[in-house]
């Protein structure tokens, strides 16, 4: 089960899904809100955070969460600072009951990893693409337009196009056609 633990939360933080299962992931702790309270509600026990990457709204609240629940985070560079662990390109990866390939897509910021899970139908696609066709941004530090469109294209070809639910880093999660989004955000990024 993937909940978004920033529903309706009115702070500048990106989205926050909690995937319980066999293995309880938390995907980006967000920033500038109580997750703690928000996952405490729910669970007694975390098993890992998994980071898409780590720009300040995505990982603002990653010390209180590791603090609290005395758990390891999960990203692509542990040489930044709160990242504990590496998560190679292609590797795979359990959030809750499913594995997901986990693959590294630069361009928004050179840490940036989706993680899709074939089985499931789910990708989190962090803040590559979105809803409708939008994409990341590419203008802050370590962002660039045509290695974000690779990213996306390499995405493209590894998800199916039955793709059932697609987790973003920010707005609301595309459960209908998701693949068609993301063909979507290829071709806009291509055009902006």
């Not at 941004?137 to 660039?144: A, K, V």
Request: charged share 25%; glycine share 8%; proline share 3%.
């Amino acid at each position: 089960m993937i909940s978004n633990l920033a529903q309706g939360v009115q702070a500048f933080t990106s989205n926050v899904y909690f995937v319980a299962g066999e293995r309880t992931v938390l995907v980006d702790p967000g920033a500038n809100f109580d997750v703690v309270e928000r996952l405490e509600s729910r669970v007694d026990d975390l098993d890992a955070v998994v980071l898409t990457h780590t720009h300040p709204d995505h990982v603002g609240n990653l010390e209180s969460v590791k603090t609290a629940f005395d758990v390891d985070a999960w990203g692509h560079d542990p040489s930044i600072d709160g990242v504990d662990h590496a998560i190679a390109d292609e590797e795979t990866v359990r959030l809750g009951d499913h594995e997901y390939a986990a693959l590294h897509t630069p361009g928004h910021k050179d840490d940036h990893l989706c993680f899709y899970s074939a089985d499931a139908g789910v990708l989190f696609a962090g803040d590559l693409v979105f809803q409708n066709g939008s994409f990341g941004r590419t203008d802050l530090e370590e962002g660039d337009r045509a290695t974000l469109i690779e990213s996306i294209d390499r995405v493209l070809e590894r998800i199916s196009s039955e793709l059932a639910e697609m987790h973003t880093g920010h707005g609301p999660s595309v459960e209908s056609q998701p693949y068609d989004h993301v063909e979507l955000a290829a071709r806009m990024a291509r055009q902006a």
